[in-house]
């Protein structure tokens, strides 16, 4: 008996990835003269910041036409209040691998005739057949944030992002505890 398989494996992989959380400011005493020169310094530009400095800049415009690089040296640039935490925040990715194998197999006329016995003569006709299978594997991750960001460790904070925890965690009608990995 003669005949052919062909099979083909194909592998797909796609990942998806996003972010999600939600900020919250620790404002101290907003009445007092302090917080109202602090806050009219950065509104009017006195106190330059890299966004700033960039803006001013000659052909920034048509830098920020192709490239976003205003809105990222504008969100590294501090802001009136700077003192911005995140609570709440997870990176999540979903990575979902497929693979699949299609197969065909064909084959020829089969006849083998019997000598003298015309019962046990076997023919089978030709002809093809096709099989597909599908393996699919996803793979769920999420990673949660520091109340400062990605990637930072408890003894990596600076004395005054650990205060701003120490306020936002007094100022907090109930009791929030952050985790921090």
């Not at 939600?22 to 950065?42: C, E, H, L, M, N």
């Not at 197969?103 to 083998?112: A, G, L, P, T």
Request: aromatic residues 14%; glycine residues 6%; charged residues 20%.
């Amino acid at each position: 008996m003669t005949g052919s398989c062909h099979f083909k494996l194909t592998s797909v992989t796609s990942t998806t990835v996003w972010n999600c959380g939600t900020f919250r400011y620790y404002v101290p005493d907003i009445g007092s003269p302090r917080w109202t020169q602090k806050a009219t310094a950065a509104l009017f530009g006195i106190k330059p910041t890299p966004s700033l400095l960039y803006s001013v800049l000659p052909w920034s415009w048509l830098v920020d036409w192709f490239a976003n690089v205003g809105d990222i040296l504008d969100n590294m640039s501090s802001n009136a209040v700077d003192n911005e935490t995140l609570t709440n925040a997870y990176s999540m990715r979903t990575v979902e691998d497929l693979e699949t194998v299609d197969i065909r197999v064909s084959w020829d006329d089969y006849d083998q005739p019997s000598s003298g016995f015309p019962e046990l003569a076997v023919f089978i006709p030709g002809g093809s057949d096709t099989y597909s299978a599908s393996f699919r594997k996803t793979n769920k991750l999420r990673y949660q944030a520091s109340p400062f960001g990605f990637g930072l460790k408890f003894g990596d904070f600076t004395r005054r992002q650990l205060a701003i925890l120490a306020a936002l965690s007094t100022h907090h009608k109930g009791r929030r505890y952050y985790t921090i990995y």
